[in-house]
Each structure stands twice: as structure tokens, then as C-alpha cells.
């Protein structure tokens, strides 16, 4: 037979039907199939997932996916079934039961595939199940979560080293986008590799332009980029508000735009996401909600009206940008107190030990679980609904959830889409009973129980649709008769919503049982302000190549200039400025015109000035006193050097 390495091509084209791989991608192919443990750094979108996925399809035996967020699981799965390959995912959104077939396909069917939630490998379900599958490879996505290192540790993903011992030589493949020296260190200890492997890819985006803007007129400096630069773009905004009035804003100026924010009913966002998709919105004005698993490539610019919380999430949102190779251009706005507002926030987001323990409290009553009660139960958490209900602020929860799934009590999921839930609540003779008395719901009733068996004991998915088809209602009918029997006590019925999922690790606690460890706090604390500092600096920075700065964060030692950036280019125009000289005189002038440039963008102070145009202190200071003389340019109050308009 071929050996698996030889048909790693056939295997692209046959099921993506593509001819090259990206770079590094084949070396992690190969070294997966090699049988080593490697791990794998590659940015966003780069192209991890083909890289377990080929050398999967390639040979024998089932690929084990541990993956952290639900949504993409969904997406992943979709992904492989539309190309008819037998894939499952289990995770803390399905029933005991689906979870059951779903492990025994695994077993006994020709699965290739199996997403699995973290902390689903600690239930006995998954133990008993995974020592029987034909495991060929691990595949760990999103692997720095396993490090306390990393700002998104996940107790749970300590138990892959469990799995690793029950499934003796089987080579793992560790994927992220993200780890610094440290994280990826913890990553290979963690997972007990055999040797230390790294393969990495470049966060270099030689098409990207990246640029940063001080300004207090950020809708004027939006305007601006929108006339300048065509195409369709995306607008991030911190709050749900922000994104509306912004879109009505580019709206009056003639500019067709959307908001778009987790506040919206999930038909209104996916219209919305379409008719940008379709180009029929040009610009998406948006939280950082949107963007997640969207691929269009054509994104001309991303602007940012805030600073994210870290570079990571600059680099990912900005990097939506000028997937197709063709200029593009990513730009930050930031006004002159933008840190100051965002540490205030930062401090009333981490909320102190006492109050993280009242969120429990608060929590598992609002879920209805009493002490003792709520062990590996999952349950749907709308965390809007409960902030509103308790008067909570929305980040100082999420941030006591993180603190409290750290601690391994719980596991909050992304948000996604939960099918209708029904339940009866009455006997099968009961039913009976009622269906003699009130024949306008037999009919509909008997359609229910034939399509959901099960439905007595426990919450059975259904869909909507699917009972319009078979009744011979309007979807909107059978809704009324599904609130109809609910409203009878009939049945149970959650109807069909976006929401994250809770899923307790342990039973509830008393209060004066719950350990929150000082070390994650304090650890979580620092690694937060340590992250948003490094976000701050970018956009201080005025010297440095922004690409470059970016490459640095993301572990390359010695990155190269961009060319591109906003910094690059006035350096490029200096240089030229000075080369073109002839005269000094003609020189001073060129000199002239680069700085008038240079601050027409944002005020600077001359330290800056003299990196930006790369020239001596001297000639510099002459340069200025002469623009300060004519009037050209002032000493603005905070000290730096702006122009008069
Ligand atoms: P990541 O997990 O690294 O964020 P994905 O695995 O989701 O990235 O891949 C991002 C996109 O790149 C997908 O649309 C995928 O089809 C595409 N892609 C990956 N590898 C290749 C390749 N060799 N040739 C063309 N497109 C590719
Ligand atoms: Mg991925």
C-alpha cells in the first residue's frame, strides 16, 4: 500500500481540492504522520486546522480534536460532513444520550473525527469509550489554554495528559496562535511530549498597513480612511451603543453601513452579517462579537475606536483585513485619554475575592441549584438576563466566571445556537387522558412523540421547522401550540436561543467550602494589566515598525520592517526627502514638508519627530524653529508639537 506521506497531496485535493500547501503547513503534516509530538504556531486563520485533518485522512484510525469553543466545533464538524467525512463533536450543549451514540460511532463506526470539550474527557462516559477507538493522532486546538502562563488557562485541559497515558503511543499535535516562550514550554510539559518540537509560521502580513492615529475627532479620521481607501471594511467599538451610532453616523454621510453586537436577535445579525458578506453593506460597524469563523477575504480595512485588551486581539481582528493578498490597511484611533478610561475600567472588571464568591452564590440560584446539587449538569446561561436580574456589570461577572472555571468549579461556554428543548411533564397515561378531552392538540401531539421518542424523560432537542413539515403547520403555529401545551403544564418548552452554556465541574458548594487559589487571582490580575499594557505601548510607540513590533510579541526574534506601516512609510519619505538634496537649502525644505507631514497625522514630541524623519537633532531643531517662526506650527499645552491649521 501507498504510504500515508505520499497521499498527503491526493488527500488536499481530493477533499479541498487544493494544490499547495501554505507554508510550514506539509512539515506538520509529515511530523504527524512521523509519529512526533509537535507544536504547531501559526496565526489566525493561517491554516491549522488541514494540518491534523490531511495526515487524518491519509491513513487509518480516528483523530481525537480537544477544542474549547463550541461554535467552532459546530463550524468544523459542518465543515467536514459537507465533504463527507464522518465527523461528531461532543461538548456540554448535547443530551447524555447524544453524547452516548455519538462516542459508540466512534467505536464501532467509521468516524474520522471527534471534537471533544475539555472538560468532557473527565467524564466516565468519554474514559470507558476512548480506550476501544482506533486513535491515530491527538489534536490539541487552542493549546495554550492548557498553561497558567497563558491568560486563558483551562483546568480541564490538564486532563490530556491523562488521555495520553490511556492511549499509549499516539502522537499529539498541539495548535494555537498564540504563546509566548514561557506558555509554549508549559505546552509541551503539559501535554508530555517525547522531545521538545516547535514548527512555526510568520505572523508577518506584508499586504497589511498597519497605522495608529491620535485623535479627538476619531468619526473625522474614519470619514477619511472610508473616502480614501474602497472596498467593504469592519469598524470595532466597544460598546453596543457605540457600534449603533457610529453606523448611523457613516449612514448620514452617504456611506451604506450596519451595526452589528450580541444585542441583536440572531435572524437580525445573521441579515445583517449576509448583506455584508454580499457587499450590499459596505462598512460593519461592530463589538468584537463579530468576526469569529467569517471568511472574506476582500476586507479592505479594519478600524479600531478603542484598544483591545491585548495585542493578540488586535492582531486577530486587525488581521480580518486583506485576506486575499491585496493592500489593506488596518488602523487604530486612539485619543489622548483612552488609557486612562480603560485602566479604570480594567479595575472595576477584577472584582475582589468576596464578590467572586457572591457571583457563585448568585449563579447557582439562578440556575436553581442547591447545595449539593448541579455535579457535570449543563445549563443554559444567559448572562445578560442574569446581570440585569442582579444588577451585576457584565465584564465583573465574566471575569469572576474565568476566576471560578480557573478553580475548576465550572466551564462557561461561547455562546451559540441551542435548539428548542421540549419535556413532557405529565405521565403517558395522563397524555392520554388529555388528548381525548382536547383533540385540537392530538393531532399535533401524536406528530411530537413521533418524531421525539424520549421526550418523557428527559429535554429532548426539537426543531421548530421540522414539526411544521410534519404537522402541516406554520412554523409560527407550531410555536403557539408548543406554548400552548407548556402553558397547559403539558410539556416543558425552552424555545430555540443563542446563548452560552454552564456546566458545573462539581455540585454546588457551600460558601465556606469555595477555594478561590490567591496565586490564579493574583496571577490573573497581573497577566491582564500586563496584556493591556503591551496594547497601550503599540499604540504609544511612534519609532518602531508596527509589523515588526507585532512579529516580536508573537516570539520572532529578529523581525524585519514591515515597509508598509504608518511608521515605515514616514521613514521611507524622509529618506527619499533627504536623497532628493541638491541644495541644504532645498534640503531644509524637504526637511520642512516631512515634518509638517508627519504632524499632520498626530502631534509628536521632537524625540519622536527625529526618528520618525531620521534625521540629527540639529538640522531637526533648525527645521522647527524655522516652522515655529512662520507660524506653520505650536507648542500645543500638553507639550508636543502640533500643527495650525
Ligand atoms: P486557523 O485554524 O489557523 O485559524 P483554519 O484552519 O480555519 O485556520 O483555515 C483558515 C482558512 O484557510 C480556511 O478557509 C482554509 O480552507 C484555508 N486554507 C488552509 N490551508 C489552505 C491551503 N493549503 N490552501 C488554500 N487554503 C487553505
Ligand atoms: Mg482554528
Request: charged letters at 25%.
Amino acid at each position: 500500500m501507498e504510504p500515508a506521506s505520499d497521499k498527503i497531496y491526493d488527500t488536499l485535493k481530493r477533499y479541498w481540492g487544493f494544490t499547495a500547501f501554505r507554508p510550514v503547513q506539509e512539515q506538520i503534516i509529515r511530523a504527524a504522520l512521523e509519529g512526533r509530538d509537535t507544536l504547531a504556531l501559526m496565526p489566525t486563520g493561517g491554516g491549522k486546522s488541514l494540518t491534523y485533518q490531511v495526515p487524518t485522512l491519509a491513513r487509518e484510525g480516528l483523530c481525537i480534536v480537544v477544542t474549547p469553543l463550541i461554535a467552532l466545533m459546530k463550524d468544523q464538524v459542518d465543515h467536514l460532513r459537507a465533504r463527507a467525512i464522518p465527523a461528531v463533536a461532543i461538548h456540554s450543549g448535547l443530551s447524555p444520550r447524544q453524547i452516548d451514540i455519538a462516542l459508540d460511532n466512534c467505536v464501532y463506526g467509521d468516524v474520522k473525527f471527534l471534537y471533544v470539550a475539555p472538560e468532557r474527557l473527565a467524564t466516565e462516559a468519554f474514559r470507558l469509550r476512548v480506550v476501544r477507538m482506533n486513535v491515530s493522532l491527538i489534536a490539541v486546538d487552542e493549546a495554550h489554554c492548557i498553561s497558567q502562563w497563558g491568560y486563558d488557562f483551562r483546568p480541564s485541559y490538564l486532563r490530556i495528559a491523562e488521555l495520553r497515558e490511556k492511549l499509549p503511543g499516539v502522537p499529539v499535535l498541539a495548535l494555537t496562535a498564540s504563546a509566548t516562550k514561557l506558555v509554549a514550554d508549559d505546552i509541551m510539559r503539559h501535554l508530555k511530549f517525547t522531545e521538545p518540537h516547535i514548527l512555526r509560521s510568520s505572523f508577518a502580513r506584508p499586504n497589511l498597513s498597519y497605522s495608529v492615529r491620535r485623535t479627538d475627532d476619531k468619526n473625522g479620521q474614519l470619514l477619511r480612511l472610508v473616502h480614501n481607501v474602497p472596498g467593504s471594511g469592519i469598524v470595532y467599538m466597544r460598546t453596543r451603543e457605540g457600534t449603533e451610532q457610529t453606523a448611523d453616523f457613516l449612514r448620514q454621510e452617504g456611506i451604506p453601513a450596519a451595526a452589528y453586537h450580541g444585542g441583536l436577535g440572531h435572524a437580525e445579525r445573521s441579515l445583517r452579517q449576509e448583506e455584508w458578506l454580499s457587499g450590499k453593506v459596505r462598512v460593519m460597524v461592530a463589538t468584537n462579537a463579530f468576526g469569529m469563523g467569517i471568511d472574506k477575504p476582500d476586507v479592505r480595512f479594519v478600524v479600531h475606536y478603542a484598544m483591545c485588551d491585548s495585542l493578540e486581539s488586535y492582531y486577530q481582528e486587525a488581521g480580518r483585513a486583506g485576506r486575499d493578498g491585496q493592500r489593506a490597511y488596518a488602523l487604530l484611533l486612539a485619543a489622548s485619554d483612552d488609557s486612562d478610561r480603560i485602566a479604570r475600567r480594567f479595575e472595576q472588571e477584577f472584582p475582589p475575592l468576596d464578590k467572586v464568591k457572591d457571583i457563585y452564590e448568585s449563579v447557582c440560584s439562578y440556575l436553581q441549584v442547591g447545595i449539593g446539587d448541579g455535579g457535570e449538569a449543563s445549563f443554559l446561561f444567559n448572562i445578560h438576563d442574569f446581570c440585569a436580574r442582579e444588577h451585576l456589570y457584565s465584564g465583573t461577572v465574566l471575569s469572576a466566571l474565568k476566576l471560578l472555571q480557573q478553580n475548576g468549579y465550572m466551564t462557561l461556554t461561547d455562546a451559540q445556537d441551542n435548539p428548542a428543548r421540549v419535556m413532557f411533564c405529565v405521565s403517558r397515561d395522563e397524555l392520554y387522558k388529555l388528548r381525548v378531552q382536547r383533540d385540537e392538540l392530538d393531532h399535533f401531539i401524536r406528530t411530537l412523540l413521533r418524531l421525539y421518542n424520549g421526550v418523557f424523560t428527559e429535554f429532548r432537542p426539537i426543531d421548530e421547522g421540522e414539526l411544521a413539515t410534519w404537522s402541516g403547520y406554520t412554523v409560527e403555529r407550531v410555536k403557539e401550540l408548543l406554548k400552548r401545551l407548556w402553558q397547559l403544564r403539558v410539556i416543558r418548552y425552552i424555545p430555540s436561543n443563542r446563548s452560552p452554556i454552564l456546566f458545573l465541574n462539581e455540585e454546588r458548594l457551600p460558601r465556606t467550602d469555595l477555594y478561590i487559589a490567591p496565586e490564579t487571582y493574583q496571577r490573573r490580575q497581573q497577566l491582564m494589566r500586563e496584556r493591556f499594557e503591551q496594547m497601550v505601548a503599540y499604540a504609544a510607540n511612534d519609532s518602531e515598525c508596527r509589523g515588526a513590533v507585532l512579529e516580536r510579541y508573537f516570539g520572532e526574534d529578529d523581525p524585519a520592517p514591515c515597509g508598509v506601516c504608518d511608521v515605515c512609510l514616514a521613514r521611507k519619505r524622509a529618506a527619499k526627502a533627504a536623497g532628493a538634496s541638491g541644495t541644504p537649502e532645498a534640503e531644509a525644505a524637504a526637511l520642512r514638508e516631512t515634518i509638517l507631514r508627519r504632524l499632520a497625522q498626530s502631534p509628536a514630541d521632537p524625540r519622536q519627530l527625529a526618528a520618525d524623519t531620521a534625521c540629527t537633532p540639529e538640522r531637526l531643531a533648525e527645521a522647527v524653529r524655522e516652522l515655529l517662526g512662520n507660524g506653520k506650527i505650536a507648542t500645543g499645552k500638553d507639550g508636543l508639537l502640533e500643527i495650525i491649521p
